[in-house]
């Protein structure tokens, strides 16, 4: 069986932020940009992301 766990902390907590640094610094570099793709396709959906499209333009 599966148990959840809960921790409740406070905001203004400045241990907070290390904890969170300590957290992230000790994942892979695959494991941060997977997280970070994780969380771009929760915001922007599913979608491919645009494409850069550039015109090059010649004067005279």
């Known amino acids: 069986m599966i148990k ?3 921790r409740i902390k406070n905001l203004g907590d400045k241990n ?3 904890d969170d640094l300590k957290y ?8 941060r940009i997977a997280a970070v ?3 771009r396709r929760q915001y922007h959906g ?4 645009l ?3 550039a015109k090059v333009i010649q004067r005279a």
């Open 4 to 6: 959840k766990v809960v």
């Open 16 to 18: 907070l932020i290390s």
């Open 24 to 31: 992230w610094l000790n994942k892979s570099s695959n494991e």
């Open 37 to 39: 793709e994780y969380l």
């Open 46 to 49: 599913g979608t491919a992301r």
């Open 51 to 53: 494409q850069r499209v």
